[in-house]
């Protein structure tokens, strides 16, 4: 005889017996009867496969229109596939989103599902933007009928924004409600062969809300983050190629501009001739950027001077500041400093320690660097300087915008230096006695 097996929708619990709140997760209502064998309630399952007896098959890619976001996505959207796009409130999701519906909206249907403005709202956006078409456009949140609406349609692409609006059996914004909207959603999703992105959003942390339930079921996580006049976009999870990959856009009246040469962007405001500033050849995720440091000394009046530092890692800051005093004697006890990296970006690399090292030497002396350098490498305790990770690439993207690279020894394309005194008279040689 068979006997029937209760199972919580919310954690996965099994029982003989079903409970009005599950004792594992403490749900309430979450029990489900699924049928059981006879033989002691368990269920078939077909055979394993064998790895080698796959096929081998090739994902095809789905261009967004926007060479950005592709590289982002390791070449283009999988048609099938999930991805969830988070970021602060008004940052440009939705309008981002806008863009590439318009751009896919040639080459099949394309479904807006807005459970967050009217449709007259999008209307509004779409118009600023310039777009027009059709796009379908929807408000229902409903799961059931949102699956109903996949199968029916068909579409080519399709956009929830957002996932927290979207309703199961009425009710919705609790964490039950957005893992199986999630997982409801991604199963419509591949059934359909529809490529799906969820917005989410974020949280006071600035993490996506509910992220360990939402982010281990999409394939894809993307995060779109601010930086000053630009928008960066991020890959944190990537299940069809890289992850940490940057996309650089620029915010305007008419929407979200893709930045095809970054560094020049980012290095379009630096000042020529001033102390305190040197060009960084960095890494971001996998993408090599030229970013600019900047220095500022000021004699402290406090008996603990101040260390201001932004975008940068204050922890290696002290160790270079140390570096400094130790191994070249530069008097830095009675001395304000202040580091930023130029554009509002954060980035933690090794990488940046000859700049900042560099930066500092030049605004507590006085001494300019020259306007035509871009510097890499880290720095150790001894103040040698070593090989960091993708120096040919930082040092390529240094000759791409006409400048020297300075970096550690070993690097093709750039002036190889040991220790940060043969740095500094590399920069600045000594004069030679006549």
């Known amino acids: 005889m068979a006997h029937a097996v209760y199972r919580c929708r919310s954690c996965g619990y099994q029982s003989a017996k079903s409970y009005g709140r599950c004792p594992v997760c403490s749900a309430w209502g979450s029990f489900e009867s699924q049928p059981a064998s006879s033989g002691g309630g368990v269920l078939s399952a077909p ?13 095809p890619r789905l261009s967004s229109g926007l060479d950005e976001f592709d590289r982002v996505l390791g070449g283009g959207f999988v048609p099938g596939s999930v991805l969830l796009l988070g970021g602060e409130p008004g940052i440009g999701k939705s309008t981002l989103l806008l863009q590439v519906s318009a751009q896919l909206m040639r080459r099949g249907r394309v479904l807006y599902l807005a459970g967050e403005e009217s449709l007259e709202q999008v209307k509004l956006r779409a118009t600023r933007l310039g777009i027009t078409g059709d796009i379908l456009l929807s408000r229902e949140m409903e799961l059931s009928a949102i699956t109903a609406l996949l199968a029916q349609v068909q579409p080519y692409f399709c956009v929830v924004d957002s996932i927290q609006t979207v309703l199961i059996d009425g009710s919705g914004g609790g964490i039950a409600q957005l893992r199986d909207s999630a997982l409801g959603l991604t199963q419509a999703a591949k059934a359909a062969g529809c490529c799906t992105v969820l917005v989410g959003h974020v949280t006071k942390e600035g993490a996506v809300a509910g992220p360990k339930l939402i982010e281990h079921i999409v394939d894809v996580t993307l995060y779109l983050e601010s930086a000053g006049l630009f928008r960066l976009i991020r890959c944190n999870k990537n299940r069809f190629g890289p992850t940490g990959e940057l996309g650089v856009f620029e915010m305007r009246e008419d929407g979200l501009i893709q930045v095809d040469n970054p560094s020049a962007a980012f290095l379009s405001e630096r000042p020529f001739g001033v102390a305190g500033s040197v060009v960084a050849a960095t890494i971001d995720g996998q993408r090599p950027l030229l970013l600019e440091v900047q220095a500022l000394s000021t004699r402290s009046p406090l008996p603990n001077p101040r260390r201001v530092v932004v975008g940068l890692d204050s922890r290696r800051v ?7 005093d130790q191994h070249l004697g530069l008097p830095t006890g009675n001395l304000d400093l202040y580091l ?3 554009g509002g970006l954060r980035v933690q690399d090794p990488g940046l320690d000859l700049p900042i090292a560099l930066a500092l030497h030049s605004a507590i002396t006085g001494q300019a660097i020259p306007a035509d350098l871009a510097a890499f490498g880290e720095v150790g305790l001894a103040g040698e300087v070593r090989s960091v990770s993708q120096g040919i690439r930082r040092g390529e993207e240094a000759q791409r915008s006409g400048l020297r690279a300075l970096g550690p020894p070993g690097v093709e394309g750039a002036r190889g230096v040991r220790s940060l005194g043969e740095a500094l008279r590399a920069l600045h040689p000594p004069e030679s006695s006549s």
């Open 47 to 59: 055979p394993p496969l064998r790895l080698a007896d796959l096929p081998e098959t090739a994902l």
């Open 318 to 324: 002290d160790v270079i500041v140390a570096v400094l």
């Open 340 to 342: 930023n990296l130029a």
